[in-house]
């Protein structure tokens, strides 16, 4: 079972109404399967670093995206972690949701030692590097990763080329519009999530 108290289960009920049970004849709660893995997929959102209103609205924008998920297909769906190293937090926090409602797991690291802190800590398919991270530090964070994960290069500045002789894979220039880092993202490690899902659906092909 969660470890979440119940006097919190009916806040994020109350204040998001993402996760919303029947009740019994006794007014209990009851949560169906699909609904306690929604609320598992919350808790994980959160322990990665979002707040709780993140957390649902990342779980109903997938919801929105395709309303017969289960709940086995959320957890699924996160396979694909990406680490975004970005010195600007609004940069980040923009590419993070950008990136999580496509369904990817993503971490934030704020310097080039948090960088090689995640990598090292957790498994991660790509790494986005703002080149202009640590007063320019970016292209020897590139060099340093290229060898182990494929890396997206970022910046604000045409260095095009010096991200790619420091070994990105791909590079966008800033400011992005979604949908070039999202495809940017697909094109080094797959596929989004959903997009993975609803081909699965339309084959037929269950879990």
């Known amino acids: 079972m969660l470890a979440v108290s119940p006097s919190t289960l009916r806040t994020w009920?109350?204040?998001?109404?993402?996760?919303?049970?029947?009740?019994s004849a006794s007014s209990q709660r009851l949560y169906t399967r699909d609904q306690l893995e929604q609320l598992r997929f919350v808790?994980?959102?959160?322990?990665?670093?979002?707040?709780?209103?993140?957390?649902?609205?990342?779980?109903?924008e997938r919801l929105r995206h395709d309303p017969t998920l289960l709940g086995a297909d959320l957890h699924d769906s996160a396979q694909h972690a990406?680490?975004?190293?970005?010195?600007?937090?609004?940069?980040?926090?923009?590419?993070?949701?950008?990136?999580?409602?496509?369904?990817?797991?993503?971490?934030?690291?704020?310097?080039?030692?948090?960088?090689?802190?995640i990598v090292n800590e957790r498994p991660v398919d790509l790494a986005i590097v703002d080149l202009m991270i640590g007063s320019g530090s970016g292209l020897q964070l590139c060099r340093?990763?290229?060898?182990?994960?494929?890396?997206?290069?970022?910046?604000?500045?045409?260095?095009?080329?010096?991200a790619f002789e420091a070994g990105a894979l791909a590079f966008v220039r800033?400011?992005?519009?979604?949908?070039?880092l999202i495809s940017a993202t697909r094109d080094l490690i797959g596929t989004s999530a959903i997009a993975r899902m609803a081909s699965r659906a339309s084959a037929g092909i269950s879990e």
């Open 174 to 180: 800033k400011p992005f519009e979604s949908l070039a």
């Open 82 to 117: 990406i680490v975004i190293v970005e010195r600007d937090p609004y940069g980040a926090e923009l590419a993070e949701y950008f990136l999580r409602t496509e369904g990817y797991a993503v971490y934030i690291a704020r310097t080039v030692a948090d960088a090689h802190r």
């Open 13 to 23: 009920e109350e204040r998001y109404a993402v996760v919303v049970p029947e009740r």
């Open 43 to 60: 808790c994980e959102q959160m322990h990665s670093g979002l707040s709780a209103a993140d957390a649902h609205r990342t779980l109903a």
């Open 144 to 162: 340093e990763l290229e060898s182990r994960i494929p890396v997206l290069a970022v910046s604000a500045l045409d260095q095009h080329d010096g």
